[in-house]
């Protein structure tokens, strides 16, 4: 009698498990901390779902998500032109800030070369000499496919006007998509952690979110500054080899209901948690700065 009363308990507790919605969010690849550790199950938990995420290159996600060969609720994205590629698809009317962020010198703290980026963190030694050195491996991600890689060579553009060193991003960089310096983003601060890498030229909210030291930069050169844009940041751009032109962007982070959404009630409340003041704290303590600007 015990074990058919608790093969029912547990045949109930299946079924229970089964009919729990569940919430299929793609979202930029650096955003994987806040997100799959915080934002996603405290959200699931308060809504009693399943919180389903997906992190990659925003553009490529974009791209996934516009030709329906990946679905999901809710994307977030770095940038607003990711955003756009929806929004010509049909599938955003509408997307909100939700934080921001700005461009950074993450390294790993066991490095040999550690002690370099900490003078260079107090202002002791030029940052982008440190990146310089022989044998040290600096890692980015693809600039075709994604904001931060992009934002990457943007950033290294105007630190050579900025300090008056016009050879600065080729002798960090290389060519726009140098295959010794690409990762994926999901797994670039996986790889710094590690020491597969020495340094990245990525967001300060990965960085934090990965407890990992930065190298902060002047406003000219960090594109954090809405106010810089036009007389700044504006004068940056570069063309890669496939014709794309990149062009500085607000590093803001966006999130939207998509029209094609299995579960569009569900994703209005995680959009809306996102902005809420759980949702901002649990940004705040991995890193990230406060939404700016309006809508798209």
């Given at each position: 009698?015990?074990?058919?009363?608790?093969?029912?308990?547990?045949?109930?507790?299946?079924?229970?498990?089964?009919?729990?919605?569940?919430?299929?969010?793609?979202?930029?690849?650096?955003?994987?901390?806040?997100?799959?550790?915080?934002?996603?199950?405290?959200?699931?938990?308060?809504?009693?779902?399943?919180?389903?995420?997906?992190?990659?290159?925003?553009?490529?996600l974009a791209r996934l998500l516009a030709a329906r060969r990946l679905q999901a609720d809710v994307f977030v994205t770095i940038t607003p032109?990711?955003?756009?590629?929806?929004?010509?698809?049909?599938?955003?009317?509408?997307?909100?800030?939700?934080?921001?962020?700005?461009?950074?010198?993450?390294?790993?703290?066991?490095?040999?070369?550690?002690?370099?980026?900490?003078?260079?963190?107090?202002?002791?030694?030029?940052?982008?000499?440190?990146?310089?050195?022989?044998?040290?491996?600096?890692?980015?991600?693809?600039?075709?496919?994604?904001?931060?890689?992009?934002?990457?060579?943007?950033?290294?553009?105007?630190?050579?006007?900025?300090?008056?060193?016009?050879?600065?991003?080729?002798?960090?960089?290389?060519?726009?998509?140098?295959?010794?310096?690409?990762?994926?983003?999901?797994?670039?601060?996986?790889?710094?952690?590690?020491?597969?890498?020495?340094?990245?030229?990525?967001?300060?909210?990965?960085?934090?979110?990965?407890?990992?030291?930065?190298?902060?930069?002047?406003?000219?050169?960090?594109?954090?500054?809405?106010?810089?844009?036009?007389?700044?940041?504006?004068?940056?751009?570069?063309?890669?080899?496939?014709?794309?032109?990149?062009?500085?962007?607000?590093?803001?982070?966006?999130?939207?209901?998509?029209?094609?959404?299995?579960?569009?009630?569900?994703?209005?409340?995680?959009?809306?948690?996102?902005?809420?003041?759980?949702?901002?704290?649990?940004?705040?303590?991995?890193?990230?700065?406060?939404?700016?600007?309006?809508?798209?």
């Amino acid at each position: 009698m015990h074990m058919l009363a608790l093969l029912l308990c547990l045949a109930g507790t299946t079924v229970m498990a089964q009919t729990e919605p569940v919430l299929h969010v793609a979202y930029a690849g650096s955003m994987g901390v806040v997100m799959d550790n915080a934002a996603g199950p405290a959200f699931a938990h308060a809504h009693r779902a399943v919180y389903q995420g997906t992190g990659q290159g925003s553009y490529a996600l974009a791209r996934l998500l516009a030709a329906r060969r990946l679905q999901a609720d809710v994307f977030v994205t770095i940038t607003p032109g990711p955003m756009q590629v929806l929004k010509q698809a049909g599938l955003v009317t509408r997307a909100v800030p939700v934080a921001s962020t700005q461009m950074v010198i993450a390294y790993n703290p066991r490095s040999r070369f550690a002690a370099d980026f900490a003078a260079a963190a107090r202002g002791e030694k030029k940052w982008y000499e440190v990146l310089a050195e022989p044998g040290l491996h600096v890692g980015r991600t693809d600039p075709a496919v994604d904001p931060q890689g992009a934002n990457a060579l943007l950033t290294l553009q105007l630190a050579a006007d900025y300090y008056h060193r016009p050879d600065l991003l080729k002798r960090i960089a290389g060519k726009a998509q140098n295959p010794a310096q690409i990762f994926s983003e999901p797994s670039l601060m996986s790889r710094l952690e590690a020491g597969q890498i020495d340094a990245t030229i990525g967001y300060l909210s990965a960085a934090r979110s990965h407890h990992l030291p930065a190298i902060k930069l002047p406003d000219e050169i960090n594109l954090g500054d809405p106010g810089l844009q036009a007389p700044w940041y504006d004068r940056a751009s570069i063309t890669l080899d496939n014709g794309k032109a990149l062009h500085v962007e607000p590093l803001v982070f966006y999130a939207a209901v998509l029209g094609n959404a299995q579960q569009p009630a569900l994703a209005r409340d995680f959009v809306a948690f996102l902005q809420s003041a759980q949702g901002q704290a649990l940004f705040r303590e991995h890193g990230y700065s406060p939404p700016r600007g309006n809508g798209l």
